[in-house]
Every structure is written in structure tokens, then in C-alpha cells.
T-cell receptor
Framework: GENVEQHPSTLSVQEGDSAVIKCTYS??????FPWYKQELGKGPQLIID?????GEKKDQRIAVTLNKTAKHFSLHITETQPEDSAVYFC??????FGKGTRLHILP | EAGVAQSPRYKIIEKRQSVAFWCNPI?????LYWYQQILGQGPKLLIQ????????DSQLPKDRFSAERLKGVDSTLKIQPAKLEDSAVYLC????????????FGQGTRLTVV
């Protein structure tokens, strides 16, 4: 069945530096790979998504890359800010979610 | 645009009791999802509705969990009887279409079973 592995589980970066979170998946049927941000006490919120017909997508400081051959996709956050501190989840078509990465932005 | 509404926000029950959660999706969204999120983990899909029909309930523990979507709009998720391991946040989400479309999540219901 489908499975998504997400790394790292915790990530601490200095404010202004970049953060990278990686996910690998096992199935190949999906063409949709969203990333969600979850703040304490709230539901997940979509921050960026990518479909398999493109290899990279960027939205201001956030970018996602997809390698369908290798079955992995990554989230890149540049120029990190304190408000980026949260838990981030990758997903396989909203059906399977990774275990999450807790991102800490250090002052 | 109003978001996905869920109630209650918090619920504490004793094991073997029953509980129900309610979800009102974004207007016009045909697809509705229920997820279980255990502390420190990602959401786990329990059931997916397309209008008022079930698309996927493969991970729903059917001996104790049930869900329905009345008239293709609101939905309720019920647990009867509850077990300690059911303690989690239950998230409802909706999307305009089924696959490859953005899902919008509610704030969730935090269930504690004691």
C-alpha cells in the first residue's frame, strides 16, 4: 500500500537560513503532492502543492521539488522567519501523510 | 468564504461511552474527509465521501466507528464504544473535487478518553 516517509522529524535553523524537508513515497499512482503547515491547536493548512507534470514549483520563499523517478519530493523554505515555526507534513494526495517535521526557527 | 466548521472543539468521555462529532464543509465542496490525528503523528484518513457516497473507508474501524453525510453536506462521525486509544484530534476537511485538489481543514475536535 501507499507509504510516505518524512525526514527529519525535528529541524532547528537560524532565522534567515534555509530549511529543507524531504519525503519519499512507495506508490506511483498519485500525481498530487501537497505540503501542509500545522500550528498548535489548528488544523493543517496547505502551503504549497505540486503535480507530477512539473518538477518544481515556487511561491515566494517556499518551493517544492518532485522527482517521480526516485519517488521523492522536498520542501524548501528560504529566508526563514519566526512565524515559520510549526509542524510541516508532506502528503500523498491527501490520503497518506508523513509523520511531520517540527521546525524551530532560532533567533 | 466560511471555512470548515467542526464541533465540539473538545470532548472528554469515559471508555465504553459513545461520542459524535459534527462537520460542516465549505459550501459547494463535494468531497469530505475525516482524519484521526494522534499526538505527534500525521493525520490518518478514516473515511472519504464524494457527495453522500463513501469513496474510501478502508482505514475506518467499522466495529466501533461510523460516519454519514446527510444530503451530501454536513457529516457526523461516531465512536461507540470508545477506547483509550481513540484519544486523538479528529479533523474534518473538504475539497471541491476528489483527487488533485486542495483540501481545507477544520480546527478539529480533541477527544480524550479516560
Amino acid at each position: 500500500g501507499e507509504n510516505v516517509e518524512q525526514h527529519p522529524s525535528t529541524l532547528s535553523v537560524q532565522e534567515g537560513d534555509s530549511a529543507v524537508i524531504k519525503c519519499t513515497y512507495s506508490d506511483s499512482a498519485s500525481n498530487y503532492f501537497p505540503w501542509y503547515k500545522q500550528e498548535l491547536g489548528k488544523g493543517p493548512q496547505l502551503i504549497i502543492d505540486i503535480r507530477s507534470n512539473v518538477g518544481e514549483k515556487k511561491d515566494q520563499r517556499i518551493a517544492v521539488t518532485l522527482n517521480k523517478t526516485a519517488k521523492h519530493f522536498s520542501l524548501h523554505i528560504t529566508e526563514t522567519q519566526p512565524e515559520d515555526s510549526a509542524v510541516y507534513f508532506c502528503s500523498y494526495d491527501k490520503i497518506i501523510f508523513g509523520k511531520g517535521t517540527r521546525l524551530h526557527i532560532l533567533p | 468564504e466560511a471555512g470548515v466548521a467542526q464541533s465540539p472543539r473538545y470532548k472528554i468521555i469515559e471508555k465504553r461511552q459513545s461520542v459524535a462529532f459534527w462537520c460542516n464543509p465549505i459550501s459547494g465542496h463535494a468531497t469530505l474527509y475525516w482524519y484521526q490525528q494522534i499526538l505527534g503523528q500525521g493525520p490518518k484518513l478514516l473515511i472519504q465521501f464524494q457527495n453522500n457516497g463513501v469513496v474510501d473507508d478502508s482505514q475506518l474501524p467499522k466495529d466501533r466507528f461510523s460516519a454519514e453525510r446527510l444530503k451530501g453536506v454536513d457529516s457526523t462521525l461516531k465512536i461507540q464504544p470508545a477506547k483509550l486509544e481513540d484519544s486523538a484530534v479528529y479533523l474534518c476537511a473538504s475539497s471541491y473535487g476528489a483527487r488533485e485538489t486542495e483540501a481545507f481543514f477544520g480546527q478539529g475536535t480533541r477527544l480524550t478518553v479516560v
